[in-house]
């Protein structure tokens, strides 16, 4: 492994889930980590998500190789600024967000004279916080390395290695166009979940208990989604905002045709899309990515909010 020691800043589902995935497959690798919030880093400390938790990020990141920043996507610039002084100067400085081309920038900005390699790790679940993490998240998921055009290759390759070792399949991508697809792939279903469950919870004639009764079959599912952290992904939205205002144009172009073909009784339409998006979800069970989480449902770390 190029790397010797790895500052995870943000000990949440994110964080927590690499120091424990550090340590189950890169055991000789040290982790630092911190938090902004006390009560996180005595929790991660408990938990053992790192070998050790500093009190001060300027602290975590001395003589780090690897820092990793795991935090909202809007807490990026703080961040960087707390572990500016004390970087050292061939550290490759990475993070986790959720999209990638302001992320990029805002960290320029602040770290002008570092290597800059932002990564997303396409794994998650709506759980968040330090009792969130486990460490097979990253196994068998894609991560996104963006690196900017002129970055060091050894240290992209270096960081390739370090998400194949937590089990990822790497993919390197342009930040501006990880946006667009991730905007369609990831942002707008979790707007649609969003939007879809305060819609009818704010029915009238839909009392809350009988959306939660009636809740056992695709509205379920969306209420899943609709758990997920309200600050990481009022982060994502407002920075993520050209591209999801793009697809989403798109979106609701799609959504008017189906209004249309349900107003006119144009059920070869229904039948042509349905039959097609069936085919597109046999597709992705036949490439071997089924819709679970790895674990998804087997352990009690993975299983869903409120049970
Ligand atoms: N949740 C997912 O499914 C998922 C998947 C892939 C990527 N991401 C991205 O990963 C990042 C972290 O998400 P998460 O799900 O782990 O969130 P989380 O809420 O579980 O953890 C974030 C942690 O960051 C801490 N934090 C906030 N500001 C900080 C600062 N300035 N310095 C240090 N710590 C700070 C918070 O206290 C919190 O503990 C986000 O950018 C998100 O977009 C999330
Ligand atoms: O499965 C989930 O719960 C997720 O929301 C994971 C998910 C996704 O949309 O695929 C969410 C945000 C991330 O940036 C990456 C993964």
């Keep these: 492994m190029p790397f010797n020691k790895v500052a995870i800043i943000g000990l949440g589902l994110l964080g927590g889930s690499i120091g424990l995935a550090v340590r189950e497959r890169l055991p000789s690798l040290e982790?630092?980590?911190?938090?902004?919030?006390?009560?996180?880093?005595?929790?991660?400390?408990?938990?053992?998500l790192c070998g050790s938790v500093a009190e001060d990020a300027a602290i975590a990141v001395q003589d780090a190789d690897l820092v990793i920043l795991c935090v909202p996507v809007g807490a990026m610039r703080t961040a960087a600024e707390a572990i500016a002084p004390a970087l050292s100067p061939g550290a490759v400085v990475s993070d986790v967000g959720s999209s990638k081309e302001r992320v990029a920038r805002v960290l320029a900005e602040t770290l002008p004279d570092h290597t800059i390699i932002p990564a997303h790790p396409v794994a998650g679940t709506e759980r968040s916080g330090p009792d969130a993490g486990f460490a097979s998240l990253f196994a068998g998921r894609w991560c996104i390395l963006t690196p900017p055009a002129h970055a060091d290759e050894a240290k992209v390759g270096a960081l390739m290695q370090f998400w194949r070792a937590l089990g990822s399949t790497v993919e390197v991508m342009d930040a501006a166009h990880h946006d667009m697809v991730l905007a369609v792939t990831s942002h707008i279903p979790h707007l649609v979940a969003y939007t879809i469950v305060g819609t009818a919870s704010d029915l009238e004639e839909v009392t809350r208990s009988e959306v939660i009764k009636y809740s056992a079959g695709?509205?379920?599912?969306?209420?899943?989604?609709?758990?997920?952290?309200?600050?990481?992904?009022?982060?994502?939205?407002?920075?993520?905002?050209?591209?999801?205002?793009?697809?989403?144009?798109?979106?609701?172009r799609d959504l008017g045709s189906m209004r249309n073909a349900i107003d006119a009784g144009d059920g070869e339409a229904m039948f042509d899309l349905f039959t097609r998006t069936r085919a597109i979800r046999r597709g992705i069970l036949e490439q071997g990515q089924d819709d679970a989480r790895p674990d998804f449902g087997r352990a009690d770390h993975t299983q869903e909010t409120s049970e």
């Design 31 to 48: 982790t630092v980590g911190f938090d902004a919030d006390s009560d996180v880093r005595s929790r991660a400390r408990e938990l053992g």
């Design 218 to 252: 695709g509205f379920r599912d969306f209420t899943r989604i609709a758990a997920s952290d309200p600050t990481m992904w009022r982060d994502v939205f407002l920075h993520n905002r050209d591209a999801v205002l793009e697809m989403m144009d798109r979106f609701l």
